[in-house]
């Protein structure tokens, strides 16, 4: 089943009876070659791009609860391509690539709204940041342009431009990068991989991992023993616990991130705007409610839910950089379990045992991530070798202390990236 226009305003006209299933509902079998763990959106991601990019179909998508019910399903849907380090500039940039051409490919209107990202700055030495930043963006092939404070006034006139404490000086633009409807990723790769024979089986928990002399052999789940070939772990805030199950303890520590949306209001923001103080980060959507949220509850845990100190620094810091919405009213607020590694940026590895595979440490940037991520993922799993935008995201990293990519400039410490 193809979407289009035509098929909209037919089916509009003839009572919306041809819509299909967007994927079946199989059995699990008792074998496949590549078995996934996780439904979010790197599983599919890459369940999709085993298919597509490497002919390898004999797959399964474990996923314990529903398809896109974990973070891919919550997060605050920002994309961009603005990292600074290398390793993480070009994997991201590759991914913005994929992004640009997703709806096309997946035949799938994913949302996708280029409306650019701004970072903004309230000191000198954040400006000098932002300026390395944006030349670090632009080496790397990706746009960046430096706004003054008058240019940004231009583009985002409701900001406080003359907080006493965080004065607003400027801000690092990146117009390609933007936001996407977060659960519809999900549902297209779902769609796309369903499409190409991969089976999507949801409410299948795996319990245990089993390895023999070294060597992956399968899974257990709470629908049976399904024998593999490969495993490939893709479980986000959960990967710490599930490469347990392999008798790996993984560089990871799991952590609440809230997020907020407001009630629909008319048009106030047109642009996705990051504050460096106080770690806000807010857009509007397409429904009018303001999406918004800051930083991480500080605290380990596995819950999807977070706690009031967060709450009251988010909307104390919403109300300091744009006072106008004060008056907004919250309309719902949620979390989800990030993966954090030591350095903030994420693993696509070997594990050490033969056929199980990493995928983790994703942080709270990895939904901009899932195109890339499902590409690279799947290069490794189908061929053995790093895909060529990932060569840096090795486990290994941890253990040596080599080629560590600490974004924020935090140091070794979980919760501060
Ligand atoms: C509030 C919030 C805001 C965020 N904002 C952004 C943002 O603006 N931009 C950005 O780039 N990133 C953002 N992120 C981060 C991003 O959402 C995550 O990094 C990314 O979604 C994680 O990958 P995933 O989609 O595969 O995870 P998930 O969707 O969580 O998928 C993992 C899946 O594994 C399943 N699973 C776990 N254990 C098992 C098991 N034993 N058996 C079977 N299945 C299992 C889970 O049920 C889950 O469905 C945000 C996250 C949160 C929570």
């Known amino acids: 089943m193809r979407f289009s226009g035509w098929r909209v305003l037919k089916e509009g006209l003839t009572g919306n009876k041809g819509w299909a299933p967007h994927w079946r509902d199989p059995e699990p079998q008792p074998e496949y070659d590549v078995v996934i763990?996780?439904?979010?959106?790197?599983?599919?991601?890459?369940?999709?791009?085993?298919?597509?990019?490497?002919?390898?179909?004999?797959?399964?998508?474990?996923?314990?609860?529903?398809?896109?019910?974990?973070?891919?399903?919550?997060?605050?849907?920002?994309?961009?391509?603005?990292y600074y380090l290398p390793g993480n500039s070009e994997f991201y940039s590759h991914s913005l690539k994929q992004w640009e051409g997703l709806e096309e490919e997946l035949n799938y209107n994913v949302m996708m709204s280029q409306r650019g990202q701004i970072m903004v700055y309230h000191n000198d030495g954040q400006r000098d940041a932002m300026v390395r930043r944006g030349n670090a963006i632009i080496n790397q092939g990706d746009d960046a342009e430096l706004l003054s404070r008058e240019a940004l006034r231009k583009l985002v006139p409701i900001l406080n431009y003359d907080n006493a404490r965080f004065p607003i000086m400027g801000g690092l633009l990146q117009r390609r990068a933007g936001t996407a409807r977060h659960d519809a990723v999900a549902w297209g790769f779902a769609r796309g991989a369903d499409q190409r024979g991969v089976d999507l089986i949801q409410n299948c928990e795996v319990t245990g991992i089993?390895?023999?002399?070294?060597?992956?052999?399968?899974?257990?789940?709470?629908?049976?023993?399904?024998r593999a070939k490969?495993?490939?772990?893709?479980?986000?805030?959960?990967?710490?616990?599930?490469?347990?199950?392999?008798?790996?303890?993984?560089?990871?520590?799991?952590?609440?991130?809230?997020?907020?949306?407001?009630?629909?209001?008319?048009?106030v923001l047109d642009h996705v705007v990051s504050f460096a103080e106080g770690h806000l980060y807010v857009s509007q959507s397409d429904k009018g409610g303001l999406v918004f949220g800051s930083y991480l509850d500080f605290y380990s845990s596995y819950a999807a839910r977070g706690n009031l100190p967060m709450v009251e620094h988010t909307m104390e810091t919403c109300v300091s950089m744009v006072p106008a919405l004060a008056k907004a009213k919250v309309l719902r607020s949620w979390g989800g379990i990030m993966d954090m590694t030591p350095d903030g940026s994420p693993i696509i590895d070997h594990s050490g045992i033969e056929g199980l595979y990493l995928?983790?440490?994703?942080?709270?940037?990895g939904f901009k991530a899932i195109p890339g991520s499902g590409n690279a993922y799947a290069h490794l799993i189908a061929t053995?070798?790093?895909?060529?935008?990932?060569?840096?995201?090795?486990?290994?990293?941890?253990?040596?202390?080599?080629?560590?990519?600490?974004?924020?400039?935090?140091?070794a410490q979980h919760n501060l990236h």
Not at 359 to 365: A, P, V
Not at 396 to 411: K, N, V, Y
């Open 37 to 82: 763990i996780g439904g979010g959106g790197h599983g599919l991601a890459t369940a999709y791009n085993l298919a597509k990019e490497h002919g390898i179909t004999n797959v399964a998508v474990l996923e314990k609860g529903y398809l896109g019910g974990g973070n891919v399903g919550r997060n605050t849907t920002i994309v961009r391509a603005n």
């Open 210 to 226: 089993d390895v023999e002399n070294g060597k992956v052999r399968g899974v257990q789940t709470s629908r049976g023993v399904i």
């Open 230 to 267: 490969k495993v490939a772990l893709a479980a986000a805030g959960r990967s710490g616990q599930v490469a347990a199950m392999a008798g790996l303890r993984l560089p990871i520590e799991s952590h609440v991130l809230q997020a907020f949306v407001s009630e629909g209001i008319k048009p």
């Open 359 to 365: 995928n983790c440490g994703w942080c709270y940037g």
């Open 384 to 411: 053995d070798r790093p895909h060529g935008a990932a060569t840096k995201f090795k486990l290994d990293r941890f253990r040596s202390g080599q080629g560590l990519m600490d974004e924020e400039g935090t140091g």
